[in-house]
């Protein structure tokens, strides 16, 4: 949850992108780009004009699934949250065991969008400058991906591992059955709660 959410804060999908040079280091995002110049140790940044004017498709698809894959990965972890046996606030065991399996669920959905949220930022990232990479021209500029990216990546493949992990949990746990007994010494019945 928090590396989703701080790639999306963060805003530096890609680094020395088009256009820079040796005393400078742009850093550009799904927002802004931002300029760090080496020489007068300034960092500047640059919102884009408008968040309305049209974008391409690559940049509007990886905020849309950033942006889900955040909200949705808050549910998630409140749901593991209530889930939990270390939870008291709430007892009910079957109760519980929907929160898990409703976390796991969400983080698998968080995992998914975040993913192809990064992959296709960088099969766009990647065609944009395939020319440039294929040059090999030594000292000009290039791009890397940055660390915002990698961390929209780990933020995905550990909710991913979360949901797996849960699904674990929760794989072998039943709903709690009442088993209704006769109780000899009194006259009404005696309830218990075994679990299968």
């Given amino acids: 949850?928090?590396?989703?959410?701080?790639?999306?804060?963060?805003?530096?999908?890609?680094?020395?992108?088009?256009?820079?040079?040796?005393?400078?280091?742009?850093?550009?995002?799904?927002?802004?780009?931002?300029?760090?110049?080496?020489?007068?140790?300034?960092?500047?940044?640059?919102?884009?004009?408008?968040?309305?004017?049209?974008?391409?498709?690559?940049?509007?698809?990886?905020?849309?699934?950033?942006?889900?894959?955040?909200?949705?990965?808050?549910?998630?972890?409140?749901?593991?949250?209530?889930?939990?046996?270390?939870?008291?606030?709430?007892?009910?065991?079957?109760?519980?065991?929907?929160?898990?399996?409703?976390?796991?669920?969400?983080?698998?959905?968080?995992?998914?969008?975040?993913?192809?949220g990064v992959i296709r930022y960088c099969v766009y990232v990647y065609f944009i400058h395939q020319y440039e990479v294929s040059l090999k021209i030594p000292g000009f500029p290039g791009f890397e991906y940055g660390y915002s990216l990698w961390m929209a990546a780990g933020g995905g493949l550990g909710a991913i591992a979360t949901a797996i992990a849960t699904c674990c949990l929760t794989r072998y746990k039943k709903k709690p059955l009442a088993d209704i007994k006769g109780n000899a010494g009194s006259d009404g019945l005696e309830v218990t709660k075994t679990y299968v």
């Fill in 1 to 116: 949850m928090a590396s989703t959410i701080a790639a999306l804060w963060t805003d530096c999908w890609q680094i020395n992108s088009k256009g820079s040079v040796m005393l400078s280091i742009r850093c550009k995002g799904l927002w802004k780009e931002c300029v760090w110049d080496r020489f007068v140790k300034i960092w500047t940044c640059d919102g884009f004009s408008s968040y309305l004017n049209p974008h391409p498709a690559a940049i509007v698809l990886a905020r849309a699934l950033i942006i889900t894959s955040s909200l949705t990965s808050v549910m998630a972890f409140f749901f593991l949250v209530f889930g939990s046996k270390n939870f008291n606030f709430c007892q009910d065991t079957s109760t519980k065991l929907q929160c898990l399996r409703l976390s796991s669920g969400l983080f698998f959905l968080v995992g998914i969008s975040s993913s192809a």
